[in-house]
C-alpha cells in the first residue's frame, strides 16, 4: 500500500470535529507552482485492504480523489495548506479524518483553475465573498499579495452557520489591523442569540449592500473599479451574481472579461 503515497500529513488543525486545516508536504519535497486560487487534488486508497497486483506485477489501488483549493501561499515552497469540513457519510473525509500528524496520503503533482488574480489589473479594489472552506483561495491570495500594492483595497467576506465554524479568522484580523486597505467581515447565521459571538449576523449579501459596504470600505462598490470574487455554496453566488448584475456587474468569462468571478464548492 505505500506505494501509492507520495506525500505526508505534516500538520493539522482541528477547528472543531466538522472542520481541519491540514498541511501536507511531496515526499520528494517539490511543492508544485501554482498561482493563489488554484485548486489540486488529494486521494486515499479506497480499500485498506493490501492491494491486488495487476498482469504487470505493479500493485492496483483504487484511490478515491478530491479536488481542494490551497490556502498555503505560492511562496511556501515546503507544503501545501488544506481547509476542509467533514462530509457525512463522504468516502474521503470519513478516511482523512482518521488520519493523523505524520500519516501518508496521496497528493497530485497537477494543480489547475482558472480562479485566479491573473485577469485583473493592479490597483482595483478586490471583494472576497466566501462561505465556510471557500475562505481557502483567498487566504492563499491575502498571504501572497498582502503589502505588494496588488490591490488598492481588499475585502473579505465571509459567511458560517456558528462562530466555531470561523477559519483564519485570527491571521485575518491581524491584517485588517495592520493594513488600513485591507477588511475583513465574518458573519454567522445560525450563532445562538446567547453566545458570546459580538459579530455581524445575517448572510454576505447584508454586507454588499451600498449604504453597509460605502461605510465600511469607504468607497462604492462600482464595476469601474471592483472586482468581485465568490467561493463557496453555489446558493450565495447566485444570489450575490443576480444582485451585483443589476448594479451593472458582469460575470467574467476567457473570451468575454467581467468584474464578477466564482468558484463553486459543489
Given at each position: 500500500?505505500?506505494a501509492?503515497?507520495?506525500?505526508?500529513?505534516?500538520?493539522?488543525?482541528?477547528l472543531n470535529p466538522?472542520?481541519?486545516?491540514?498541511?501536507?508536504?511531496?515526499?520528494?519535497?517539490?511543492?508544485?507552482?501554482?498561482?493563489?486560487?488554484?485548486?489540486?487534488?488529494?486521494?486515499?486508497?479506497?480499500?485498506?485492504?493490501?492491494?491486488?497486483s495487476?498482469?504487470?506485477?505493479?500493485?492496483?489501488?483504487?484511490l478515491?480523489?478530491?479536488?481542494?483549493?490551497?490556502?498555503s501561499s505560492?511562496?511556501?515552497r515546503?507544503?501545501?495548506?488544506?481547509?476542509?469540513?467533514?462530509?457525512?457519510?463522504g468516502?474521503?473525509?470519513?478516511?482523512?479524518?482518521k488520519?493523523?500528524q505524520?500519516d501518508?496520503i496521496?497528493l497530485?503533482?497537477?494543480?489547475?483553475g482558472?480562479?485566479?488574480?491573473?485577469s485583473?489589473?493592479?490597483?482595483k479594489?478586490l471583494?472576497?465573498?466566501?462561505?465556510?472552506?471557500?475562505?481557502?483561495?483567498?487566504?492563499?491570495?491575502?498571504?501572497?499579495?498582502?503589502?505588494?500594492?496588488?490591490?488598492?483595497r481588499a475585502?473579505?467576506?465571509?459567511?458560517y452557520?456558528?462562530?466555531?465554524?470561523?477559519?483564519?479568522g485570527?491571521?485575518?484580523?491581524?491584517v485588517?489591523?495592520?493594513d488600513?486597505?485591507?477588511?475583513?467581515?465574518?458573519?454567522?447565521?445560525?450563532?445562538?442569540?446567547?453566545?458570546?459571538?459580538?459579530?455581524?449576523?445575517?448572510?454576505?449579501?447584508?454586507?454588499?449592500?451600498?449604504?453597509?459596504?460605502?461605510?465600511?470600505?469607504?468607497?462604492?462598490?462600482?464595476?469601474e473599479?471592483?472586482?468581485?470574487?465568490?467561493?463557496?455554496n453555489?446558493?450565495?453566488?447566485?444570489g450575490v451574481?443576480?444582485?451585483?448584475?443589476a448594479?451593472?456587474?458582469?460575470a467574467?468569462?476567457?473570451?468575454?472579461?467581467?468584474?464578477?468571478?466564482?468558484?463553486?464548492?459543489?
Amino acid at each position: 500500500m505505500q506505494a501509492v503515497y507520495n506525500a505526508t500529513i505534516v500538520e493539522q488543525y482541528e477547528l472543531n470535529p466538522l472542520a481541519r486545516i491540514i498541511k501536507v508536504r511531496p515526499d520528494s519535497g517539490e511543492v508544485p507552482n501554482f498561482e493563489p486560487g488554484q485548486f489540486t487534488t488529494l486521494g486515499l486508497p479506497l480499500d485498506e485492504e493490501p492491494p491486488k497486483s495487476g498482469p504487470d506485477g505493479k500493485p492496483r489501488v483504487k484511490l478515491i480523489r478530491r479536488a481542494y483549493s490551497m490556502a498555503s501561499s505560492n511562496q511556501a515552497r515546503d507544503h501545501m495548506e488544506f481547509f476542509m469540513s467533514f462530509v457525512g457519510g463522504g468516502r474521503m473525509t470519513t478516511r482523512l479524518w482518521k488520519r493523523k500528524q505524520g500519516d501518508p496520503i496521496w497528493l497530485s503533482p497537477k494543480v489547475t483553475g482558472e480562479f485566479t488574480l491573473t485577469s485583473v489589473p493592479d490597483g482595483k479594489d478586490l471583494v472576497f465573498v466566501a462561505t465556510g472552506t471557500g475562505i481557502a483561495p483567498f487566504v492563499s491570495m491575502i498571504r501572497r499579495y498582502r503589502g505588494t500594492g496588488r490591490w488598492r483595497r481588499a475585502v473579505a467576506l465571509v459567511g458560517y452557520r456558528l462562530a466555531r465554524d470561523i477559519g483564519y479568522g485570527a491571521e485575518l484580523e491581524q491584517v485588517a489591523r495592520e493594513d488600513d486597505n485591507f477588511f475583513y467581515v465574518p458573519m454567522v447565521t445560525r450563532e445562538p442569540e446567547d453566545s458570546d459571538w459580538r459579530g455581524m449576523r445575517g448572510r454576505v449579501q447584508q454586507a454588499l449592500e451600498p449604504k453597509f459596504y460605502e461605510k465600511l470600505v469607504g468607497t462604492p462598490l462600482t464595476p469601474e473599479q471592483s472586482h468581485v470574487f465568490m467561493c463557496g455554496n453555489p446558493a450565495m453566488i447566485d444570489g450575490v451574481q443576480a444582485m451585483l448584475e443589476a448594479r451593472g456587474f458582469k460575470a467574467h468569462k476567457l473570451n468575454d472579461p467581467g468584474n464578477i468571478h466564482f468558484e463553486r464548492y459543489w
